[in-house]
Each structure stands twice: as structure tokens, then as C-alpha cells.
């Protein structure tokens, strides 16, 4: 079955990331081996390795319809903990709206009430859900907002 709507964004954001691991790589293993102790050069290396790990995760965000819910994930690495399923008979309404400077990008709570999960720019579709609200960053959010209100209260 083909996917009714399916858009990936795409984020310079990863590059940033990987730049930070790599900085922290670099740091161990040039500082830290003339330090008296080996400790901090392992948890920087360790914690380099992690952050190269997640800059993969944040290289797009896909929305993609399939069939009775929508699914939202963060990069290539379809971790469970970057990406969700919003089902369609959950959804009492649907507007396009922004995000806040304060709300940046990835997955959190916002200061305005509900969840966000963006990954560049602040355009967003704000999802009303009879226990929470989201707020879906895209590039396209015309083409979501519209797709959504035909799948409102569907089964």
C-alpha cells in the first residue's frame, strides 16, 4: 500500500552534532594521554563515540502516513525512542501554527504545553489530541495540515 503523505525534511543539525563528537574524539586523544590521570580522556572518547552515534539521528525527519496512523521518526537509525505513531482516530483537530525560539529542535515538552518534534525551522503543525497536543515541525505543513483534516477521527 502506498503512503498517502510521506515528506522527509532534511537538517544541516546533524553536522553540528557530529562536529561536537568529532572536537570531543580530537580531545582525547590529544589532551588527555599527557594527563596524570586516564580517566577523562576515556569518558570524553566514550561520550564522542555517543554524540557521532546521535548526530545519525537527527539528519532528517520523516512523516509518513501508514494507513490508520502516522508515523514520526528522527533519521535512519529508527530508534524507538526517535520516532512515534499517532493514530488518526486520536485527532480532534489539526492547524498550522510555529514553534518558539525557546522550543529549538528535537523531541521535548514544550513551554507551551505539549509535545515537540522538530528538526529545523519553526513551522509546525499543531496536532490536537484528546490527551495531548503536538506540535509537528515540517517544511510542508500546509500539505500535512491538509492531509490530516481528511484523517480526522478516522479508524
Known amino acids: 500500500m502506498q503512503p498517502q503523505y510521506d515528506h522527509i525534511q532534511k537538517s544541516p543539525l546533524y ?5 561536537m563528537g568529532t572536537l570531543q574524539l580530537i580531545a582525547a586523544t590529544t589532551f588527555f594521554p599527557w594527563s596524570n590521570s586516564i580517566f577523562p580522556g576515556i569518558i570524553l572518547f566514550c561520550s564522542g563515540i555517543f554524540v557521532i552515534f546521535l548526530a545519525f539521528g537527527f539528519q532528517h525527519l520523516q512523516i509518513v502516513d501508514q494507513g490508520n496512523y502516522l508515523t514520526i521518526r528522527f533519521g535512519n ?3 524507538p525512542l526517535c520516532s512515534r505513531n499517532l493514530i488518526y482516530k486520536n485527532i480532534i483537530k489539526v492547524e498550522i501554527g510555529r514553534t518558539l525560539l525557546l522550543d529549538g529542535w528535537g523531541i521535548h515538552y514544550s513551554t507551551r504545553g505539549g509535545w515537540v518534534w522538530n528538526i529545523w525551522g519553526r513551522d509546525c503543525v499543531i496536532v490536537y ?27
Request: hydrophobic share 45%.
Open 77 to 79: 537509525l529508527h530508534l
Open 129 to 155: 489530541c484528546e490527551k495531548e497536543i503536538l506540535r509537528l515541525g515540517t517544511d510542508d505543513a500546509a500539505s500535512l495540515c491538509t492531509f490530516l483534516e481528511t484523517k480526522i477521527g478516522q479508524n
Open 15 to 19: 553536522l553540528i552534532i557530529f562536529a
